[in-house]
């Protein structure tokens, strides 16, 4: 995965948004992030951006972390956000240069999703670019730990072609694209939404395995 690039991509295209919107917009809750509005999120971007090379957080960032980051920049306005977060990325960008293990590619994936999180509570349409790397990587790490106790399941992104095996059996089979599966994956999509996809069988022995996070308590649109 080319972490890099990745999070340099949302990023410019955070910031870029971030010049247009209104004061409106940016008091909007985030549904996939309840306790964030839409600068609130971006808060903690910068935040995030500032900690790792800091060495404050290791990756992941827990969610006491997280409020300290939105706390701690809550009296400034979006532009003064987006300034520091844009300050503090060459630092991150070394991180990812230097630090070769994975959990230090979790920024990248944090933006993509933040970015898209964003766009959603905004009534925008997705962001999908580079789905199929985050979803190789996402899904590749949950075939590593899955469990042999469980059934197994064969993962197929639609549209990419990709293929993960969850498991040595072939006792379900589910689809979606490259987006939807990442997206499911990391608590971006609720129970209902993930039994709604594409499946060979009844998910309910393994759906509570799928992601990563919990699901939302709604359908997100994005």
């Not at 293929?163 to 589910?174: Q, S, T, V």
Request: charged share 25%.
């Amino acid at each position: 995965m080319n972490t890099a690039k990745i999070y340099t991509s949302c990023q410019e295209r955070m910031l870029a948004l971030a010049d247009d919107l209104s004061a409106e917009q940016l008091a909007t809750p985030v549904p996939a992030l309840p306790a964030w509005t839409v600068r609130q999120t971006y808060a903690h971007l910068a935040g995030l951006c500032a900690d790792v090379p800091a060495e404050r957080v290791t990756p992941p960032a827990d969610d006491a972390v997280t409020a300290r980051q939105v706390a701690e920049r809550e009296h400034l306005d979006i532009a003064a956000l987006c300034a520091a977060w844009r300050a503090d990325t060459p630092a991150l960008l070394e991180v990812f240069a230097t630090r070769t293990r994975a959990r230090y590619s979790l920024p990248a994936i944090d933006v993509w999703h933040h970015e898209n999180d964003v766009r959603g509570a905004l009534g925008m349409p997705a962001q999908p670019e580079h789905a199929d790397e985050l979803a190789a990587f996402v899904l590749g790490a949950t075939a590593r730990a899955w469990s042999p106790e469980l059934p197994g399941v064969r993962v197929a992104a639609a549209d990419t072609g990709q293929e993960w095996a969850f498991g040595e059996r072939a006792d379900l089979e589910w689809s979606a694209t490259a987006f939807e599966l990442v997206r499911a994956a990391t608590g971006r999509r609720s129970a209902a939404q993930i039994r709604a996809m594409d499946w060979s069988g009844d998910p309910a022995d393994v759906l509570y395995r799928l992601s990563a996070f919990p699901f939302p308590e709604t359908d997100l649109r994005v």
